[in-house]
């Protein structure tokens, strides 16, 4: 991880540029080519019965989901699963909603699920946004966790990143007091918005002066520690929901 964080003078506003119109609605996801292998299929026909959570217009009940009463983890985008599965095995205590549409990551980390025995994640295959507005109260969560998410280089597609001022207001409001929003980027100029959005958001408090200590609970993944071997950096940003 880098030593030297992009410098504050650096930092864009993070907001669209003017010359950009704001997208009506945000999407937590951008449509992507892939196969689901004969792994992943097996999975899914296997574990998806239990796993997957419908999407629903209405608020989730948690504890008959999960068949607990437990601290409540939003992700938003899990890829293919290696970290969320890392994270739920390392925090029992804990259970993980986790929002991804792409069907092989899916698929692969109900694979992920039943090989390692895990019973404290559950999948909705949708849209995260849609899930964040309808099936989840305020003062709900006990943390969000956003690792990752597409940086869209160009300048004209940054009104598509997912980290902007309105979502970052929902998901303030779903955290319940003292509860964490996680997030993640090895694309400096998004970091730098992130940082920007999230100081920004009044309910919200940085915990670190900038960017965050990577936690122990989030894994390496091998693209991260490629990334790293080339010098590239990698910045994390803990916000917690002030009291």
Known sequence: ???????AAARPTGSAPADVPHPKAIKSFVRR???????????????????LVPYTP???????VFGRKAPLVLEIGFGMGEATAHIARLRPEDDFLCCEVHEPGVGALLKRIGEQGLT??????????????HMLAPASLAGVHIFFPDPWHKKRHHKRRLIQPPLVAKLAQRLAPGGYLHCATDWQPYAEQMLEVLSAEPLLQNTAQGYATKP?????TKFENRGLRLGHGVWDLVFVRRH
């Open 216 to 220: 122990a609970y989030r894994p390496l």
């Open 58 to 64: 209405a608020l989730l009940d948690a504890e008959a």
């Open 120 to 133: 404290n994640i559950r999948i909705v295959q949708h849209d995260a946004v849609e899930v964040l507005e």
């Open 1 to 7: 991880m880098s030593e030297n964080p992009p410098p």
């Open 33 to 51: 080519a892939g196969r689901t292998t004969t792994g992943q299929a097996k999975a899914l026909a296997e574990w998806g019965q239990r796993f």
